[in-house]
């Protein structure tokens, strides 16, 4: 069984960086592509960041330039540097991801990571 587990969440003034990581665990995992995704009280789940197989990034408009998405192996980061207030949300981990023993691709969610960023 595939899981994603979150940490790096925190508090943090405007202007400050944070490192949000994710460890995807499970047997024979292949992963296909890998993201990014927050909601913020009150709002959706919005798309943030994310990276494939090959390295291929894309990004939401409101974080280009400001956040960096990166894969080693089995571990997912996110480089948050400027924050704004509205970056405020829990941030999940999402993978598309081949596991054994099924052999089956499937989605998975991480739990979270809650960020707060104040004014």
């Known amino acids: 069984q595939v899981q994603l587990v979150e940490s790096g969440g925190g508090l943090v003034q405007a202007g400050g960086s944070l490192r949000l990581s994710c460890a995807a665990s499970?047997?024979?995992?292949?992963?296909?592509?890998m993201s990014w995704y927050r909601q913020a009280p009150g709002k959706l789940r919005e798309f943030v960041a994310s990276?494939?197989?090959?390295?291929t990034t894309n990004y939401a408009d409101s974080v280009v330039g400001r956040f960096t998405i990166s894969r080693d192996n089995a571990k997912l980061s996110l480089q948050m540097n400027s924050l704004k207030p509205e970056d405020t949300a829990v941030y999940y981990c999402?993978?598309?991801?081949?596991?054994?023993?099924?052999?089956?691709?499937?989605?998975?969610w991480g739990k979270g990571t809650l960020v707060t960023v104040s004014s």
């Open positions: 990276i494939t197989s090959v390295g």
């Open positions: 499970g047997s024979g995992l292949s992963i296909n592509v």
């Open positions: 999402y993978g598309v991801i081949r596991a054994m023993p099924s052999n089956i691709i499937s989605s998975y």
